[in-house]
């Protein structure tokens, strides 16, 4: 069956739904480029680079802010490249943890090749299989409105993998200065500091 998840819609619906104080964290490539397009937003951490490491961020930030609901975009090439997060996030688990996985089954900022997804991989399975014990897949749209609850309300940590298309998009470019887009970060959570472009 195809995949009839269209990645903006889907990611502007979640983020236009998000609780006050929602901590967001974009993995690398296309997830930024999502959470960019619906919106920016200073409680927003664009990850431009560190393949593989969106989970784990998510993770640390969560562990410090303990209060804040802390919600993770990453893609399904990410995921696999940093595949023993699920495992420390299940050793040490933090209830206020959410990963979103958008599964095109594509390495989608290196030529679109295919992942391992696309064959007999399952983020889902291998997510419960490390023992997080709250997580759903989906991959149609009558599946989607459900997941906002479970993203933003339901202990953590939880983990949605939904299977999106395939789609070639325009880039929605967030600031690349990393300077910036910490301070800005660090001073929307912790009232601290000032961001300024450079």
């Known amino acids: 069956m ?10 502007k619906s979640l983020l236009d739904a998000r609780p006050s104080g929602l901590a967001v964290v974009a993995g690398l490539g296309s997830p930024c480029w999502d959470v960019a397009a619906a919106g920016d937003h200073k409680h927003n951490m664009y990850i431009w680079g560190a393949m593989g490491g969106a989970a784990m961020i998510g993770y640390g930030l969560a562990q410090a802010q ?32 959410a990963i979103l996985v958008l599964d095109n089954s ?11 997804t696309s064959g007999p991989t399952d983020l889902a399975a291998i997510a419960e299989a490390s023992g997080i014990k709250s997580v759903r897949s989906v991959s149609t749209l009558e599946e989607v409105d459900g997941l906002k609850s479970f993203l933003f309300n339901e202990p953590g940590p939880v983990v949605a993998v939904a299977k999106i298309k395939y789609e070639k998009l325009k880039f929605v470019l967030p600031s690349s ?3 910036y887009l910490k301070d800005r970060f660090r001073t929307a959570l912790m009232g601290v500091g000032k961001a300024t472009l450079p």
């Open 2 to 11: 195809t995949n009839e998840i269209s990645r903006r819609p889907f990611v």
């Open 66 to 97: 303990k209060e804040r609901r802390v919600l993770v975009i990453t893609g399904d090439g990410e995921m696999l490249m940093g595949m023993g997060a699920f495992s420390t996030i299940a050793w040490k688990p933090t209830p206020n943890l």
């Open 106 to 116: 594509r390495f989608g900022e290196t030529g679109a090749q295919f992942t391992h």
């Open 177 to 179: 200065s990393g300077s």
